[in-house]
Antibody, heavy 121, light 107 residues
Framework: QVQLQESGPGLVKPSETLSLTCTVS????????WSWIRQPPGKGLEWVAYIYYSGYTDYNPSLNSRVTISVDTSKNYFSLKLSSVTAADTAVYFC???????????????WGQGTTVTVSS | VLTQSPGTLSLSPGERATLSCRASQTISSSYLAWYQQKPGQAPRLLIYGASRRATGIPDRFSGSGSGTDFTLTIRRLEPEDFAVYYCQQFVSSEGITFGGGTKVEIK
């Protein structure tokens, strides 16, 4: 059974770069899409980015210039970097598996438990 | 844009819940999903392809709709069903969009 685990600093200073990693266990990272979603305190879900195991990426246009998602297939993990953070980037960050074929979308079917990131000096 | 209504639904266990998700433009039902989220937990996939239940989801959950109007129905609410529900669309050229959520609370 595939499991995802987010890791990274829980506190980031304003203007610095947020860096998170999602480790995939119980299955291979190959042949799937992988995504980051965040949720500010008391608010709804916001998609951040996704990546295919081969390296194809897509980003939320509202964050595009600040976000980088990457994958390491040899170590079975993928990562998120968000630069120039402000208090508005404070959120729970979830990683998830995105199942998508050219003809069908099967949803975000496996999620990590989430990691809280606070932006504060 | 996905607009969910109502924002909050107050119901009793055993009642039927009907949640609405309206898209600002026509979307393929193949790319519409629903999630349940309980406090302090990650979302859980309930429905994909507008009407297909994900693995392990009880049959009291059902999805329907097409075009711009989609519905999640919970046939008879169980105590564990009180949660927030999100609809979500995927467009390969635009990425992922979530609705604002509907909270189903105990009346």
């Amino acid at each position: 059974q595939v499991q995802l685990q987010e890791s990274g600093p829980g506190l980031v200073k304003p203007s610095e770069t947020l860096s998170l990693t999602c480790t995939v266990s119980g299955g291979s990272i190959d042949n799937y899409y992988w995504s980051w979603i965040r949720q500010p305190p008391g608010k709804g879900l916001e998609w951040v980015a996704y990546i295919y195991y081969s390296g194809y990426t897509d980003y939320n246009p509202s964050l595009n210039s600040r976000v980088t998602i990457s994958v390491d297939t040899s170590k079975n993990y993928f990562s998120l970097k968000l630069s120039s953070v402000t208090a508005a980037d404070t959120a729970v960050y979830f990683c998830a598996r995105l199942r998508w074929t050219p003809n069908y979308y099967y949803g975000l079917d496996v999620w990590g438990q989430g990691t809280t990131v606070t932006v504060s000096s | 844009v996905l607009t969910q209504s109502p924002g909050t639904l107050s119901l009793s266990p055993g009642e039927r819940a009907t949640l609405s998700c309206r898209a600002s433009q026509t979307i393929s039902s193949s790319y519409l999903a629903w999630y349940q989220q309980k406090p302090g937990q990650a979302p859980r996939l309930l429905i994909y392809g507008a009407s297909r239940r994900a693995t392990g989801i009880p049959d009291r959950f059902s999805g329907s709709g097409s075009g711009t109007d989609f519905t999640l129905t919970i046939r008879r609410l169980e105590p564990e069903d009180f949660a927030v529900y999100y609809c979500q669309q995927f467009v390969s050229s635009e990425g992922i969009t979530f609705g604002g959520g509907t909270k189903v609370e105990i009346k």
